[in-house]
């Protein structure tokens, strides 16, 4: 009797530790999917789709789709982004401009990068 239970009980040990790497595979791609936050220092004026970005240091949260910009608070602009992995990790949180247009929210110690669309 005592055999089966410990029989049971060893499957069942075995059982777990099979999933749990596992679970800590599937929590750790959940959260690199989620929303990331950077505050950034814009130097000079630039746009941000339609809107305009004056001096001053920005909170740039993006989500699945959005790129929402904050300041004191307040969001001051939403765009449409896309992800693109693979990116190189950077060290800090910059943004991509060109043309006096943000193109791109890089996030420091990430892979992933908010493409403005």
Do not use: C
Not at 43 to 60: E, H, K, N
Not at 86 to 101: A, C, H
């Amino acid at each position: 009797m005592y055999r089966n239970q410990f029989v049971r009980l060893s499957a069942l040990f075995v059982a777990v530790a099979l999933l749990l790497p596992i679970t800590s595979i599937l929590t750790s791609a959940k959260e690199s999917k989620g929303t990331l936050h950077a505050d950034i220092e814009v130097v000079g004026s630039v746009m941000v789709g339609s809107t305009s970005l004056g001096a001053g240091t920005y909170g740039f949260v993006a989500d699945e789709s959005k790129l929402h910009v904050m300041k004191n608070g307040k969001e001051v602009a939403a765009v449409s982004i896309q992800w693109q992995d693979g990116k190189p990790r950077s060290d800090s949180s910059s943004l991509v401009i060109e043309n006096n247009q943000i193109k791109e929210v890089r996030f420091g110690g990430k892979t992933r990068a908010a493409v403005v669309m």
